[in-house]
């Protein structure tokens, strides 16, 4: 069962929510926050909740203040950490743990906001940590992931040049608690090519699940 929801932020602002609950209900939520091109209902989010949901998980998704307003360039990460901590309130309302999760650019939020804001969360999921800036050749400073406690997983496919397995995996193992999954072939969306033998739906499916075994 989905539900729509309204998660107010600032002074008054707002924005949309989706609210997956699986049939039996679940103690962990995880909050899964889009990237910086495509919203909550994009195919890739509302698949992967779905999915997620599928394996007992309650999830929500929510949208950025400028996609809710429909901008094309993100904001800055003081503005986009605001609406996600909202969000991140919202659901704990729902759980009695939240696990911060997201695709590229939210998971990086979501690592903001628990590792320089405190935020208390369980546990983090990255579904493709966009460690190399677009256009960019060097990493970004990953100082703040350092001060996160609770345990981080990252996804990374093997055609990803934001999230190169290459540096994904020593950075990991600078981590308190890290791990990575490695998708072979996948790119920054984890479309995998055709000798992967995989479609992009038994991708996903494979994303879920994997992230369900981990939090277990």
Known sequence: MTRRLVVKWGTGSKVTARLAVPSAGSETGLL??????AGQDHPFMVRLRQ????????VMTFNYAYTEEGRK???RMPKLLDVHRAAADRLATY????????????GRAGSH???????????????????VALGKK????????????APQLFFAGTRDRLSPPGL?????????AADVEVIEGGDHSFKVTKAIGRTYDEV??????ATAQWLK
């Open 168 to 176: 994904i995996i020593p950075l990991s193992q600078s981590l308190p």
């Open 113 to 131: 906001l628990a590792g320089e804001d405190s935020w208390p969360a369980a546990g983090l999921v990255y579904y493709g940590y966009p460690l």
């Open 73 to 75: 360039a993100p904001d």
């Open 51 to 58: 999915a997620l949901s599928a394996e007992g998980l309650t």
């Open 138 to 149: 060097e990493p970004r400073d990953t100082a703040h992931l350092k001060r996160i406690a």
């Open 32 to 37: 899964l926050a889009h990237g910086a091109g």
């Open 204 to 209: 996903i499916v494979s994303l879920a699940s």
């Open 95 to 106: 759980c009695d743990s939240v696990v911060l999760a997201g695709k590229s650019m939210g």
